[in-house]
């Protein structure tokens, strides 16, 4: 299967790299090795999985190149120049997507909003681990009172409803900006 080698090929540079700065690096690590083989064989078998691993590949490609392939700034407020840009429909105006309520190309946002999603979907991870793991190992290692404590305070924040707040923002900031963007177009 031309996964397979795809795969074979992907771990035969891995190990050639790091044995350039580790020398007798694969001879100590040969079951590791072959343990990342049959990962990505496994991997491989899996549909889910190839589609998974190509929707997430994707997603950080457009992260990374998507500001670079945007038709238009994201702050780009053509509705004040042209009113006729207030929700324009998909294919409007040469618009693909159409535009917002403050005529911006939706596309572009897109584009610019997938960066903005893949930067603090990284901090979140790179901050919430540690924090989980820290906040984890405390309560394991004092138990009772502190473990206690430690678990309410998690519950507290499992069961705030992040969709409804998300919701209610949506809901009621877009109104308010559009206003504040025509009564100041300095800002725009």
Do not use: C
């Amino acid at each position: 299967m031309v996964l397979d080698r795809l795969a074979d090929f992907l771990i035969w540079l891995i190990v050639k790299a790091i044995s350039l700065f580790r020398k007798d690096w694969y001879v100590k690590n040969r079951s590791r090795v072959e343990e990342w083989r049959l990962t990505l064989y496994a991997l491989n078998r899996s549909p889910t999985g190839i589609i998974g691993l190509v929707l997430s590949l994707g997603f950080v490609i457009v992260g990374v190149v998507g500001p670079f392939l945007a038709p238009y700034s994201y702050n780009q407020f053509l509705y004040l120049e042209r009113p006729e840009l207030y929700l324009a429909p998909p294919g409007a105006y040469g618009m693909p997507l159409g535009t917002d309520i403050y005529g911006r190309d939706v596309l572009s946002l897109m584009l610019y909003g997938a960066r903005v999603s893949l930067v603090i979907s990284i901090i979140t991870i790179a901050l919430g681990v540690p924090l989980g793991i820290l906040l984890g190992l405390v309560a394991g290692y004092y138990g009772g009172k502190v473990d206690e404590a430690v678990m309410r305070i998690t519950d507290i924040f499992l069961a705030f409803p992040a969709l409804v707040l998300a919701l209610a923002l949506a809901a009621t900031l877009p109104g308010r900006i559009r206003e504040f963007l025509i009564s100041e177009p300095t800002f725009a």
